[in-house]
């Protein structure tokens, strides 16, 4: 069963997603349709950082599950056997 702190800080991840998630919805989907002089776009960054951030965090992403593999593949290597 999981503890209090593991429940907080699965509450916490699943809030800050959310946030996340709705803020790039409002960035990707409804900024571009919304006048350039408008207040909501004070809010944002330019609309080329909509596609570069995410690439930089897919590119992230892959090194940490590459590095992870490699990781472990050499804690479970065997030694060879030497004759």
């Not at 960035?27 to 570069?52: A, C």
Request: proline content about 5%.
């Amino acid at each position: 069963m999981a503890t209090g702190v593991d429940q907080a800080v699965g509450l916490s991840l699943v809030v800050f997603s959310l946030l996340l998630f709705t803020y790039y919805s409002v960035w990707v989907i409804v900024l571009p349709f919304v006048d350039n002089d408008h207040l909501l776009h004070k809010y944002f960054l330019p609309r080329e950082y909509s596609v570069i951030l995410p690439g930089v965090a897919a590119v992230i992403l892959l090194l940490c599950i590459g590095a992870f593999t490699a990781v472990i593949m050499w804690k479970n290597r065997k030694p060879k056997k030497v004759d």
